[in-house]
């Protein structure tokens, strides 16, 4: 079945760590996002990417970075200069870029984040 | 900006109860609009959408109609199960392709 796989389900960060969230798709989709969501709040963007080798930042994208060097991965490192890092983050796809007629997302299971 | 702003939880209902969750948006142009649900410790599932005003999106149940002189998208369940229990967010995109989130309403259905 098709889905988005995202890795690992729990990760823990010490002060000053960078660490990366492994976000992967076999939908084929050529839009990938990154969001954060924290209690009772909505989701906020963090990056997306409409392309390979491209992507553009969202509303919070300070301290965090992305890459797409391929088509089905997306990873999202959350870096040091992030500080408020402790959330849960959902990468999520869809089948249209950005503006080109809207079919929703498919979303991942999710990373919950968490400082020590 | 765009805005989207959901009924306050949480709500609790006794099972094969009728739910309501009101959504009400603001947006430039014609958004469309999306229901999603979120079980525990999972990421969001699509659970309808509707793209222009006057349709209605529908599945496993429930039902939202795109009402666009009230600028609303309540979703409705006619008989709710325990199942049911979980976060749902309203949410609409626009033609540009930017989405916004409601902060979600979580429900619980008791047996």
């Known amino acids: 079945d098709g889905g988005i796989t995202q890795s690992p389900k729990y990760l823990f960060r010490k002060e000053g760590q960078n660490v990366t969230l492994s976000c992967e798709q076999n939908?084929?989709?050529?839009?990938m996002y990154w969001y954060r969501q924290d209690p009772g709040q909505g989701l906020r963007l963090i990056y997306y990417?409409?392309?390979?080798?491209?992507?553009q930042k969202g509303d919070i994208a300070e301290g965090y970075s992305v890459s797409r060097e391929k088509k089905e991965s997306f990873p999202l490192t959350v870096t040091s200069a992030q500080k408020n890092p402790t959330a849960f983050y959902l990468c999520?796809?869809?089948?249209?870029?950005?503006?080109?007629?809207?079919?929703?997302?498919?979303f991942g299971s999710g990373t919950r984040l968490t400082v020590v | 900006g765009n805005s989207v702003t959901q009924m306050e939880g949480p709500v609790t209902l006794s099972e094969e109860a009728f739910l309501t969750i009101n959504c009400t948006y603001t947006?430039?142009?014609?958004?469309?609009l999306f229901w999603y649900v979120q079980y525990p410790g999972e990421g969001l599932q699509l659970l309808l959408k509707?793209?222009?005003?006057?349709d209605k999106g529908s599945n496993k149940g429930f039902e939202a109609t795109y009402r666009k002189e009230t600028t609303s998208f309540h979703l409705e369940k006619g008989s709710v199960q325990v199942s049911d229990s979980a976060v749902y967010f309203c949410?609409?995109?626009?033609?540009?392709?930017?989405?916004?989130f409601g902060d979600g309403t979580t429900l619980t259905v008791k047996p």
């Open positions: 999520a796809s869809s089948s249209r870029p950005r503006g080109q007629g809207v079919d929703g997302y498919t």
């Open positions: 509707a793209t222009k005003a006057d």
């Open positions: 939908l084929n989709h050529d839009a």
């Open positions: 947006a430039t142009g014609y958004p469309s």
């Open positions: 990417s409409q392309i390979v080798n491209d992507f």
């Open positions: 949410a609409l995109e626009t033609n540009a392709g930017k989405s916004t």
